[in-house]
Nanobody
Framework: QAQLVEPVGGSVQAGGSLRLSCAAS????????ICWFRQAPGKEREFVAAISRGAGSTVYTDFVEGQFTISRDNAKNTVVLHMNNLIPEDTAVYYC?????????????????WGQGTQVTVSS
């Protein structure tokens, strides 16, 4: 069983950057695919990015391609989402999740464990 925690969100002005981290427990963290989703007020949760267990592959949704970067450090059981050039439309609660079989998906129902979410606010 895995447990995911996103300890820090943040607030920033448009054009700024934030770094979200996802810390995970579990002896087999390196075998998990990890992803980020987000949910803005009044909207459905949407896929943002995912990284394969070996960090050899990443997937991004179109609207963050080139703006966000996902990375992982298996020695520290951590995945990081680097967010640059943020706009107010990026304001949302961001969630990390993992697939214990190591497969990247873009649909949330495929992921096994979820963090509690962290608030990101971008002001204009």
């Amino acid at each position: 069983q895995a447990q995911l925690v996103e300890p820090v969100g943040g607030s920033v002005q448009a054009g700024g950057s934030l770094r979200l981290s996802c810390a995970a427990s579990g002896r087999t963290f390196s075998a998990y695919a990890i992803c980020w989703f987000r949910q803005a007020p009044g909207k459905e949760r949407e896929f943002v990015a995912a990284i394969s267990r070996g960090a050899g592959s990443t997937v991004y949704t179109d609207f963050v391609e080139g703006q966000f970067t996902i990375s992982r450090d298996n020695a520290k059981n951590t995945v990081v989402l680097h967010m640059n050039n943020l706009i107010p439309e990026d304001t949302a609660v961001y969630y990390c999740a993992c697939d214990v079989d190591g497969v990247m998906f873009t649909r949330q129902s495929a992921y096994d464990y979820w963090g509690q979410g962290t608030q990101v606010t971008v002001s204009s």
